[in-house]
């Protein structure tokens, strides 16, 4: 009997040690060995970084020989390049002013082409160049553009492997970023905001006022006669 007994603790003994040694092989410390990397306030942040770059499309603006004028082509082109680089109303224009002196040539054909792009509601600044272009002259548009961070561009995918760590999957919060970069008017009010323009209300109100007055005014007229 004491035989079986101590037969029965061996096969026993040796059944859980194979059950711990099991456990221990399939557990994530077992398999990966011990892992440090946990979430935390920290690391577990959701952040997808926004990043603004400038590009500056530039038309060359061509002149006939000893002329200041702007033909109806090269004025033609300037609208197709405004459209083209969806320039607003009020936004900034850069337009060449060559260094040398030219005989008044060069500021007659600056002031020609700086008062085609005001008369449309460009704001118009003088680039002073050192090497300038026989007969031509290059108008220069600072353009913003937004991108989203570049995890986002892979799509909706899960890092290979197991994920013991707690930690947010790569694309979270590509979402908000790819929804923010796609409907801010301008990507340039990202890192250097617009001031509020105070006078834009006060048109609002000044044209109101001036159609309500009218509008009186030609009622009481009315009612005289």
Not at 49 to 74: C, H, R, W, Y
Not at 102 to 111: I, K, M, P, T, V
């Amino acid at each position: 009997m004491q035989v079986n007994l101590l037969k029965k603790s061996a096969s026993l003994a040796g059944l859980v040690g194979l059950l711990m040694l099991t456990a221990a092989c399939t557990s994530p410390a077992g398999l990966m060995g011990a892992y440090d990397i946990t979430a935390t306030p920290a690391n577990a942040t959701i952040e997808k970084k926004i990043t603004v770059s400038t590009l500056n499309p530039t038309i060359i603006v061509g002149f006939p020989a000893a002329q200041s004028g702007l033909s109806d082509m090269e004025k033609g082109r300037l609208l197709g390049f405004v459209d083209a680089q969806g320039i607003n109303f009020g936004e900034p224009v850069d337009v060449e002013f060559p260094r040398d002196g030219g005989g008044g040539l060069n500021e007659q054909r600056f002031a020609a082409v700086a008062s085609f792009l005001q008369d449309r509601g460009f704001k118009v600044s003088p680039r002073v160049s050192t090497e300038s272009m026989p007969n031509a002259l290059r108008v220069t548009f600072v353009k913003y553009v937004a991108t989203v961070d570049p995890v986002c561009q892979k799509g909706w995918h899960k890092p290979e492997g197991l994920g013991y760590e707690n930690l947010p999957l790569p694309y979270m919060g590509c979402a908000n970023a790819e929804a923010l970069a796609g409907m801010v008017a301008n990507p340039r009010d990202l890192v250097d905001p617009s001031d509020a323009d105070m006078t834009l209300g006060e048109r609002a109100a000044r044209a109101v006022e001036k159609y309500r007055g009218s509008s009186s005014g030609g009622a009481a007229a009315a009612t005289a006669n």
